[in-house]
């Protein structure tokens, strides 16, 4: 069997990756999401095992100690991590696995399954970025400012990855995803079967 793909997207704080990857999953029920896990307090409406895999410090830490994280980050006090167990589960069933997560994770994700699909989101300019932040009403003016210098820094790494998706509007940024996805597919290198099917209708 094919092994499914494993799709990382990233992109900075307010870019709206969130609910991109939210419509690209109602728009491709045959893609699987991967949970992360994270020691952050939950957020209104979140809901443990449905948006994260809600930990205590300690939890995560005896975790990270048994190797149980494809990747784990320190993001502004509070850890973010990848269980490995269900991503290995579903691609080896032939599954595609999304996954969203920061860019510091994403570098060391690139390191462990280099065979991954890489796309980078992109806010329309530096001023949208700050006034999604702002709609948020969650952060200070201190803590504004970090997350756009933050942010100018994650844009750089963006250069790293496959591909990138400016997300003007949800409907377009899904859009374009969905395209990426769709080439992937078609790719010759992942489709060689195919061509041994044919082969063997010769002989």
């Known amino acids: 069997m094919k092994q499914g793909m494993l799709i990382v997207v990233s992109g900075p704080s307010g870019t709206g990756k969130g609910t991109v990857c939210t419509e690209l999953l109602k728009e491709t029920p045959e893609l699987a999401y991967s949970i992360s896990a994270t020691t952050r307090q939950p957020r209104e409406g979140e809901v443990d095992g449905k948006n994260y895999y809600f930990l205590t410090k300690e939890e995560f830490e005896r975790r990270i100690g048994e190797g149980d994280f494809l990747e784990y980050a320190n993001v502004y006090g509070n850890y973010y991590g990848t269980p490995l167990g269900k991503i290995q589960e579903r691609r080896a069933k032939g599954e595609d696995i999304l996954l969203e997560i920061d860019t510091q994770g994403a570098l060391n994700v690139m390191k462990r399954c280099p065979d991954g699909l890489f796309i980078f989101l992109l806010p329309p300019s530096i001023h949208e970025l700050e006034s999604r932040i702002r709609g948020r009403g969650s952060e200070t003016e201190e803590s504004l400012a970090r997350r756009l210098g933050n942010a100018k820094a994650e844009i750089e790494i963006g250069r790293k990855y496959k591909y990138v998706v400016v997300n003007d509007t949800v409907d377009q940024a899904v859009k ?28």
């Open 176 to 203: 374009r995803i969905k395209s990426i996805l769709m080439a992937e597919h078609c790719r010759v290198d992942l489709n060689q079967e195919m061509f041994e099917v044919l082969e063997d209708e010769k002989k």
